[in-house]
């Protein structure tokens, strides 16, 4: 080593100095190279990197959309002509009794509903002062019983997004009315 030449680092303990990347410039993406007239056909599914096109329908495992595991076909197989006396015998554990079967068949013939519709009076809302017997009638429904009080927030959503419409309304009324008041003084002292 001379003495013209700085000494060079060493690398230590799994680390880089500050500033020494691992990898300068990182990893070079290397086209792929033509295949030649006589060789592989062209994959249309991909691009010419090699990786799969935009839009293109078939997964990683290559697989095309839909396509149904090893292990479901098999099931679905095994099952196959079975599917019948299964549901007799369900039928019949859960005559004899059978909780658990019983609730799995009820839970198939009627699925629990996740919203319903509400028969409930509403005041008709027109102006801002009709909101708070919108709001009053809510909580008259959830007082006597015909709405639970997360139907009512569902409802009282709906209501406030009525009252920011009047109020945008009345807002945008006031407003003209104020630049018609403006314009009349200014054209009245020229």
Known sequence: MSESEPPTK????GRFPKGVSGNPG????????AQPEGGQPENPGRNPDGTFA?????NLAGKPK???????RLAEALLDGQVEGLMQRAVQMAMDGDASVMRAILDRLLPPR????VDLDMPKITDAKDLIDASSALMQAVADG???????????????NVAQAVETFQNAER?????EALSQRSNGGQ
Request: glycine share 14%.
């Open 26 to 33: 990182g990893k070079k993406r290397q086209p792929v190279p």
């Open 10 to 13: 060493k690398h230590t303990g």
């Open 54 to 58: 935009r839009g293109n329908a078939i």
């Open 175 to 179: 407003i003209a009315r104020l630049e």
């Open 66 to 72: 839909g396509t149904r595991h090893k292990a479901t």
């Open 146 to 160: 015909e709405l639970v009080p997360g139907e009512a927030a569902a409802l009282g959503q709906l209501v406030g």
């Open 114 to 117: 996740r919203e319903r519709p």
